[in-house]
């Protein structure tokens, strides 16, 4: 079936560094890929949608700034975030379909902790 | 904006029993899609429904898109250690649409 895989897994940094964190599609063709954050305990909140080839949609309150987001291919975007703060330390997940597909598959998260 | 509202938070059963859960919501979706998540772990996709009143199983799970599109139920028969974990709903508004709104979860914690 459909794969989606995150890179890192878990990442650790130190306050004012920035941090990329990978999402691929393995197996099928992604023109759109979404973010989410998830506090712990609570749901996931979508952050921004990301258009392959085009700049990415952020939901009300997300900095764009802040979380920059890249789609190059049509298997890969990336979650970029900048001058990263112990606030910022959440589990962040993405999300893809196979195109004209309703269903969404997860990536298996990426957890950063900001210290 | 749209909202799920998630039932229950938590359940704690005991190995066997049978497991209801459900979403309602304020507004119609067109989808309705039910995931699990294990500590983690992103979320794995367990049931979609894309039709009101369609009745689907995955196994032991069954879910069922309300005829009203307002609601979704999950249910899990005869439970096992491994039905432990977060179940969350989510809906799509519109067909074909991917961006989803998620319920708050259900914490399931299942008792030898």
């Known amino acids: 079936g459909a794969v989606v895989s995150q890179h890192p897994s878990r990442v650790i940094c130190k306050s004012g560094t920035s941090v990329k964190i990978e999402c691929r599609s393995l197996?099928?063709?992604?023109?759109?890929m979404f973010w989410y954050r998830q506090f712990p305990k609570q749901s996931l909140m979508l952050m921004a949608t990301?258009?392959?080839?085009?700049?990415?949609?952020?939901e009300q309150g997300v900095e764009k700034d802040k979380f920059l987001i890249n789609h190059a291919s049509l298997t890969l975007s990336t979650l970029t975030v900048t001058s990263a703060h112990p606030e910022d330390s959440s589990f962040y997940i993405c999300s893809a379909n196979i195109q004209g597909d309703g269903e969404l598959f997860f990536g298996e998260g990426s957890r950063l902790t900001v210290l | 904006g749209q909202q799920l509202n998630q039932n229950p938070q938590s359940m704690f059963i005991q190995e066997g029993e049978d497991v209801s859960m459900n979403c309602t919501s304020s507004?119609?979706?067109?989808?309705w899609l039910w995931y699990k998540q294990d500590p983690g772990e992103g979320p794995v996709l367990l049931i979609a429904?894309?039709?009101?009143?369609e009745l689907t199983s995955n196994g032991r799970l069954t879910a069922q898109f309300g005829i009203t599109r307002k609601d979704s139920f999950l249910n899990i028969s005869a439970s096992i250690p491994s039905d432990v974990g977060i179940y969350f709903c989510a809906g799509q508004s519109q067909v074909g649409a991917q961006k989803l709104v998620f319920g708050q979860g259900t914490r399931l914690t299942i008792n030898p």
């Open positions: 990301s258009n392959e080839g085009s700049k990415a949609t952020y």
């Open positions: 197996d099928f063709q992604a023109t759109t």
């Open positions: 429904l894309y039709k009101a009143g």
């Open positions: 507004s119609i979706f067109n989808t």
